[in-house]
């Protein structure tokens, strides 16, 4: 029996037994509107190049659910369960102390993944478990791509900030610090501070639009 997770725009998350095993299901969900061949192409490309980004994670000791099965028929993707919460839960009850020690930490983490050449495309509080160890792990790469590009590494970090300032803004500014010295340790300073005027851009034309719309 499956236990539904979340529903998204492009897959259903379950929990689910796998031989055994408690996994997750990740099933990309048919389009209706989409040529029926074309799309079955598109769900299993897309399958494929969330696989290969969890791969290419683990090879970077970035820590993420392991790939345990994929069905390309189904298009859906069976991994490890990470038995944890959301750091968005996580951060609702933690002293200074905590806090400092988790985001830097994310920040080397997040640091190791973009010098495989990767950016998450959604890394906000829900896509980050902790474990009951204190462990961290990403998850759902289904916007993650391959890139060299100072911008989609911004856009990554711009994102957690943006999911801090919304929903923990009380630990906002210590936790943003601890994990640029984290990120910095690995990256260097010189692309930290790269990063960071790139960051101050985007914020720059997020309010310019918003001027805009009024």
């Not at 099933?27 to 696989?51: G, Q």
């Amino acid at each position: 029996m499956s236990n539904v997770i979340r529903i998204g725009a492009e897959a259903i998350i379950s929990r689910t037994h796998l031989i055994g095993f408690d996994v997750l299901s990740k099933h990309r969900i048919p389009k209706p509107y989409r040529i029926s061949n074309l799309d079955e192409k598109i769900r299993e490309s897309r399958m494929i190049h969330e696989v290969k980004v969890m791969l290419a994670l683990k090879k970077a000791c970035v820590p993420c659910p392991a790939v345990l099965l994929i069905d390309r028929k189904e298009t859906t993707i069976y991994m490890q369960y990470i038995v944890g919460v959301e750091l968005k839960r996580w951060l609702e009850a933690r002293n200074e102390r905590e806090v400092m020690e988790v985001s830097d930490s994310l920040g080397r983490l997040v640091g190791r993944m973009h010098m495989a050449g990767i950016a998450h495309g959604d890394l906000t509080t829900s896509n980050i478990i902790v474990d009951d160890s204190g462990k961290l792990y990403l998850v759902d790469f289904g916007l993650s791509i391959f890139t060299d590009e100072l911008e989609d590494f911004a856009v990554d970090i711009h994102l957690l900030d943006r999911s801090l300032e919304s929903g923990h803004y009380g630990v906002r500014e210590l936790f943003m610090h601890s994990f640029f010295q984290g990120y910095s340790e690995v990256v260097g300073g010189d692309f930290t501070r790269d990063l960071i005027s790139k960051i101050r851009e985007i914020r720059r034309r997020g309010r310019y639009v918003e001027e805009r719309r009024r």
